[in-house]
C-alpha cells in the first residue's frame, strides 16, 4: 500500500508539466445522419449528409440558448450540449457502382489544454462556432510543415490506419490508406485553437480562429491572441465489416466521403458550442493535471462536469429535417455528390445543376471550385468585457461582435468552395436495398464508449496508452519540437 500511495505522489508531483486533458467520448449511435449543416447552410438542407453528435436541440437553424435547451445528448459528457458534425463515409461497390453507410465506433474528442499561454485559455464564448476543412479539396497543396494558416488546416486532418492485428504495421497520411486497415481506419481532425477575441463567427466560418504555430501547441497567431481548448476529433470508421467485398490488389481503395470525395483530402469538421461557459471555464483552471484521473484524460476526475453513461448516451436521438433515404444500398450519395477525383479542386454542385443521370458519376470538371457563401447564422447577443480565468472564474461574459441573421439560402457544400445559387429540389435517391435499423458500429475495438471510464492501449500509437496513468501523454499527442 505504501508503495502504491508513493507513486501516486511521484506521479502528481510531475503533472504540472504534462498537458492536461479530458475526453468526450460520443455514441455510435449517433444523434443524427442527415443533409444538414446548421453553420453553412442555415435553414435548408446541406448539399452533403453529416454525421452528427451531441445535443438533441439540434436544428437546421438554432441559437446557443435553444442548444442549451437539449434534453438529452448523444455524448457522455452531459455539462456540453454542443454539436459536433463530420461527413459520413460510404462503401463504393465499383462494380456495382452503388453506396452504403460505414459504421463507426463513434466520436471521440479530446479537450486538450495546450500552448505557449495555456494559463490563459479561454472557454468557448456563447454562441461560438466554426468550421475547418474543405470538402473541395482533392489533393495536398503545401509541403508538411511549411507553417502557413493554409498549411496548418491542412495538417490538421491526418489519418491513422490501424493494423495492430495480424502482424501488420499501421500508419499515418492525407488523404486516404491504400491497404485495408484491419483495425479500422481512424479519421482525425484538429480544430482551431486560437480566436480573436471578437467574432463569434465569419463569413467564411473560419476567419476568427486560427491554429497555434505547431498546430496543437506553441503561440497563437497576433491577429487571434486569445488561446482556446485545442480540440481533436478521432472517428474509427468499421472498414473491415467491408472486407470480403474488395480487393486491394485489384481493386484500389473503394471508401468515399459523403459529398463525393475518393480521395479523402475534403475531410472536415464543425462545431456549435452548447457547454456550460462556466462550467467549461472551470474544468479549464481546476481540472489541470491535479489528479490522476485528469492526467489520463478522464471525466470523471473533473468535478466541474456531469456525466452519463454510454448506455444512456445512445438512447438520446435528434429529430430528423431531411426526408430522403439514408441507409441502405444506394444508387448515388444523397444530394448531387458524383464522384470527382482530382487533383484539382472539385466543383460543388446543386440540384438546379446536378450532371448525375439515373445514378451514374459526372466527368471530372475543369472548372475550379466557386466561392463559399457569405451567409452566417444568428448569434446572440452579447457584451465585450472579457475576465481573466481563476480557481473560481466569473461567468464568461460574451465579444461585442455580432454575425447578421442570414437569408435562408441552399447550397451544397462547407468549405470555402461553396456556390451561392439557391437549389432547386433535391431529386430522388433511388434505394436498391433498405434497411429499417439506424447503422451502427459492431466491429470497432476503438469505440468513443470504451474510452469514457479508463484508459487503454489500441494500437501502435494509442490514443489512450497505459503510459497516461503516469502522467505522460504518448507520442502522437506531444508538440512537435522545431
Known sequence: MFAAASLLAFTLAVLPSANAFFRVACSGDVLLRERADPIVNPGTKSGHMHTIHGGNAFALNYTYEQARQSSCTSCQVTTDLSNYWHPQLWFHDKKADTFEPVPNGGLLIY???RGDDKANIKAFPAGFRMLTGNPAKRSKHYEEDEGSQAELQERATKWSCLRY?????????YGFPTTRCEAGFQARLHMPNCWDG????????KSHVAYMSRLDNGKCPDTHPVSLMTMFFEVTWDIKNFDSQWDPETDGWPFVYSYGDPTGYGWHGDFVNGWDVNALQSAVVDCDNNTEDTAAGRAEGCPHLTLQTADAAKQCQGTPHIDEPTTGVLKRL??????QYGPEDAKMYSDANCPLDGGAASP???????EEP???PPVPSSSSSESEPTSTPEPIPE???????????ESSTDSSSAPTATSAPVATVTVIQTVTQTVTATVSPCTASSFASSPRKHHRRSVVPD???QGRAPAAFQPRRR
Open 374 to 376: 457569405t451567409t452566417t
Open 198 to 205: 471578437k467574432n463569434l463567427d465569419s463569413a467564411d466560418h
Open 111 to 113: 479537450y486538450q489544454q
Open 165 to 173: 492485428t495480424g502482424g501488420q504495421t499501421g500508419y499515418d497520411g
Open 364 to 370: 471530372e470538371p475543369s472548372s475550379p471550385a466557386p
Open 399 to 409: 465579444p461585442t461582435t455580432m454575425i447578421p441573421d442570414p437569408e435562408p439560402t
Open 467 to 469: 503510459n497516461f496513468v
Open 334 to 339: 444523397p444530394g448531387c455528390n458524383p464522384l
